[in-house]
């Protein structure tokens, strides 16, 4: 397999797993990599065959790993929205006020 043919192919693979993905959810990411791998399946050389599964393979974990990535960074924004809320809402006088913006500040998950 030569080296244009193999970068090609990589291309291919991850577009294919890119397209199966969607949202790229775990279930719909394993089910890319499903489709990316019987796609692999249908090619006649050997060599080349191989290099697709193990691309659909690689690709199937960075699309795990950048999901996992992108819910981490949304807990942490979450987070410190929360911690800001309640900074805020303590500053204010004590009384109906104050316990109405720590509730709501308590609402934020």
């Known amino acids: 397999m030569g080296r244009v043919t193999g970068s090609l192919l990589v291309l291919i693979v991850c ?18 990599v499903s489709k990316c791998k019987n796609e692999a399946k249908k090619i006649s050389d050997a060599n080349t065959r191989t290099a697709a599964e193990q691309a659909c393979t690689a690709a199937g974990k960075v699309s795990t790993s950048a999901t996992n ?3 981490t960074t949304v807990q942490s924004v979450k ?3 929360k ?6 809402a303590q ?3 004590a ?8 509730a709501g500040c308590n609402k934020i998950k």
């Open 69 to 71: 990535a992108v819910s």
């Open 83 to 88: 911690s800001a809320c309640l900074a805020g």
């Open 15 to 32: 577009g294919l797993v890119a397209v199966g993905c969607g949202s790229c959810s775990s279930s719909s990411s394993s089910s890319a």
């Open 91 to 93: 500053a204010l006088p």
């Open 79 to 81: 987070s410190s929205a």
């Open 95 to 102: 009384g109906s006020a104050r316990d109405k913006a720590v």
